[in-house]
């Protein structure tokens, strides 16, 4: 199978964060091509990333969010009974360790 073949066939299954990565390897000067080992691991490392990062893009875009979450954003004040000293507790983020939700 030929070098083009074979990123077609990697395009054609959809596993495009290996076809990246094997064209990539492909531009390499020939003496600095890595042995097999290497490129499999980078192929398939590409693939969970590129997998990883589309399923990220689906969730956000269907989870509708209404606003971009900034900390310089929130407003502290008395009337929305959070102040200055409850900002500290949101900026660790242990809420999403926690699997909790934060409304404010």
Known sequence: MNTQIALNALTKLK????AKVYQALLAMPVQEQPTLHSPVARLAEAELQESAEKKTTMF??????????VLENILCNVQRNFTNDHLPALTDCSFIDRSQNVLL
């Open 15 to 18: 596993i495009n964060g290996m």
């Open 60 to 69: 956000l875009r269907f989870s509708k969010l209404r606003y971009i979450a």
